[in-house]
């Protein structure tokens, strides 16, 4: 091989990297050799493709390959030409990386991949989309854009195509262990071990070049085994560090008498007896919360994750954490509140050694603990919004100093940085299986954390996937109540965004759960969406039957709001229908059930609609009349602007019975009342800001 590239700043793939939402507090990488495989594909992208040589302009972006085992500098690499090429401003719209494996090898995805690639574009993707809607915004999105895009790890071909910009102004970067069959013009840059050149400069930066200069040759053979992985020296490295009396000749002679695991592949070998060295050399509390870090999600951890696993303080493994990042076991961010990334060559061996030397009753206990701290801080976060005082506030004050957050503002950013992992941890809670109360109360307290703190409409693609994690556990522990209310959750989100025949089907099917739990509110919600849904298809006569059957419930057990409400409903829909009478008789019966409730404001609401269907029926004076009777009700109540909406109502029925001048002097006082409410509202603006 020839001159090679290493990041030397974190075992094995990049640490700083080249995302576009790259944390700012992340120590840029180190990086040097491989000029001549850098060379190589930077040549690649101006190579001729088969539709070049056609005489066609390419139709999609180019696709550079750099394969390699994980450990061995491939993301490293993909990374250093990802910001050589940024620089000359040959890609001005950015530079975006996605993972396309999970830690513990599964492949993300697809619909999961392309909604990342979305939020980094700031581009907002419908709760509930499908991966080829999904895959075609993404393609969408970059159709005007000169981007570069690193897809770190990838599977296979089907994981990238549907990722490819039809666009040939933008460049991808994928990292694969092999070729990426199917996907035409790639040709591969395959990297493995370092030469000793270079493999020992990378030892020289970490623990100095006096021991490297006191023995080169122990240095080579060190190299040597280590097959030149840039992971396994980081490792060896980091041993070397912190021992300053150790000789090089010392990890040498430590390293060989490492039994070599035959059930890894051969090129994982070195990197797997590097690990087990610095594993063994740990004291057993140490190497227990390194093996415990297999259960981080999504391979990412913070102070608080660590100290449940470990069941130790939080200024402990914060300690353990900082230690392990000087070993080269894990990255840090360097943000005020580090979070801490497991590298993917190392999660399988980490998972590997913890199913080996850890009981499986401990494994589930340090799962739920983590599980627990997680939901008390969610719950801390979201309770830091409440007012002073509040019942939440005060049980906030009751938790640990190091659970509470100072502000909402801090509360705010820790979400924000936490969420991939907090969104794999409740993924991971729910497939495990074994502890769905946790992982429902984690979810439940994900869901109000990201409600107050984002909003449900911002929120809602990550909500619509956390109800669907309520919806599996239901299902799965035979929970009626709980299948009811996720299944309305996640057909409202679907109804908002269109997908009125699948909401449909979700309200039915919520319907049916509610009944079988007996829930009074679920079932009267249900039939009451199934109704709206119907309506929202144009089936005014299934509409008005299914809101029919709510009201007849709401009406049985004395709901009265909720009944006034529905009279309204079917009065609209009769309305649509052009069922006149009906749709008066119910306008007429909401505005009575208001009266009765004291709410005068919804009273003159319900009167100024029945006043619109005798207007349609062909009653103009009688619409008059009771459009009067709305306004009186409206001034009563002291709602301007329903007043002044009323005003205008009555000047356009004066109009159309040949009365223009009292349509003006209403027209005139509906401006009058607009004036002095926008009057009222920005002195009211300019008094808070004083």
């Not at 030469?195 to 020992?200: L, R, S």
């Not at 623990?207 to 080579?220: L, N, S, Y």
């Not at 004291?598 to 009273?603: H, V």
Request: aromatic share 4%; net charge neutral; hydrophobic share 40%.
């Amino acid at each position: 091989m020839t001159d090679q590239a290493v990041d030397t700043s974190g075992p094995a793939e990049a640490a700083g990297t080249v995302t576009a939402d790259e944390p700012s507090g992340a120590t840029p990488p180190r990086f040097f050799g491989r000029e001549r495989e850098l060379r190589g594909l930077q040549a690649d992208i101006g190579r001729a493709g088969l539709d070049t040589l056609a005489g066609r302009k390419a139709a999609r972006a180019r696709v550079l390959l750099i394969a390699g085992r994980p450990g061995s500098g491939r993301t490293a690499l993909a990374a250093e030409l990802a910001r050589r090429l940024a620089e000359p401003g040959d890609h001005p719209d950015g530079v975006y990386r996605i993972g396309l494996t999970e830690p513990g090898g599964e492949r993300v995805p697809g619909e999961r991949t392309a909604r990342e690639l979305l939020d980094q574009l700031g581009v907002t993707a419908p709760p509930g989309a499908d991966e080829d809607e999904l895959s075609g915004m993404v393609r969408e999105a970059f159709a005007a854009r000169r981007a570069l895009i690193l897809l770190d790890d990838a599977v296979d071909a089907e994981q990238v195509d549907p990722l490819l910009p039809d666009n040939p102004d933008c460049l991808v970067v994928a990292t694969s262990t092999g070729p990426l069959t199917g996907i035409p013009g790639v040709r591969p840059c395959t990297v493995g071990g370092l030469e000793a050149g270079p493999a020992v400069r990378l030892l020289a930066d970490a623990v100095g070049q006096v021991r490297i200069t006191v023995d080169p040759r122990a240095a080579e053979t060190l190299a040597e085994e280590c097959g030149g992985q840039p992971a396994a020296l980081t490792l060896v490295a980091g041993w070397l560090a912190a021992r300053p009396g150790a000789s090089v000749a010392d990890v040498t002679k430590q390293l060989r008498e490492v039994p070599e695991d035959t059930e890894q592949p051969l090129a994982v070998r070195p990197l797997a007896r590097a690990f087990r060295l610095v594993h063994a050399s740990l004291p057993p509390a140490t190497a227990r919360t390194l093996r415990l870090l297999a259960l981080a999600p999504a391979g990412l951890a913070d102070a608080h994750t660590a100290s449940a696993l470990a069941g130790c303080s939080v200024s402990v493994a914060r300690g353990v954490l900082e230690e392990f990042v000087r070993l080269g076991l894990l990255r840090t961010n360097g943000a005020d509140r580090p979070q801490y990334e497991v590298p993917g060559c190392l999660a399988p061996l980490l998972r590997a050694l913890m199913d080996e030397l850890d009981r499986p009753g401990e494994i589930q206990l340090a799962r739920a603990r983590m599980l627990e701290r997680t939901v008390r801080q969610l719950q801390s976060c979201r309770a830091v919004t409440e007012p002073e005082g509040s019942p939440a506030r005060r049980k906030l004050a009751g938790l640990p100093r190091s659970l509470r957050f100072p502000s909402p503002e801090v509360a705010a950013e820790w979400l924000r940085m936490r969420q991939p992992a907090l969104l794999a941890s409740a993924r991971l809670a729910v497939r495990d299986g074994g502890l769905d109360t946790l992982a429902r109360r984690l979810v439940a307290a994900l869901v109000r954390a990201l409600a107050v703190h984002r909003g449900t409409e911002e929120a809602a693609p990550e909500l619509y996937g956390l109800h669907g994690l309520v919806l599996d556990v239901a299902e799965r522990r035979n929970l009626p109540r709980e299948k009811a209310a996720a299944l309305l959750n996640l057909a409202d989100l679907d109804a908002r965004t269109g997908r009125t025949e699948e909401a449909l089907a979700r309200y039915r099917a919520a319907l049916d759960a509610g009944r079988e739990a007996k829930d009074l509110y679920a079932t009267g919600r249900a039939m009451e969406s199934v109704a709206g849904a119907h309506a929202e298809l144009g089936d005014f006569s299934r509409a008005s039957d299914w809101y029919g059957r709510a009201l007849a419930q709401r009406l049985t057990h004395g709901e009265r709001a909720d009944a006034a409400r529905l009279y309204g409903r079917l009065g609209a829909v009769h309305t649509y229908q052009g069922r006149y009478g009906e749709a008066l008789r119910n306008w007429r019966a909401a505005a009575a059930g208001h009266r009765r409730l004291g709410d005068p404001a919804a009273q003159a609401r319900a009167l100024s609609e029945a006043a619109r269907v005798q207007e349609y029926a062909g009653r103009p004076q009688e619409s008059l009349q009771t459009c009067r009777e709305a306004v009186g009700l409206a001034r009563g109540a002291g709602d301007v602007r329903l007043q002044a909406a009323l005003e205008l109502r009555l000047a356009d029925t004066l109009d159309r019975l040949g009365d223009p001048a009292a349509a003006r002097l209403h027209r005139a006082t509906a401006d009058r009342l607009l004036g002095d409410a926008s009057m009222a509202y920005e002195t009211s603006g300019t008094s808070s800001e004083t």
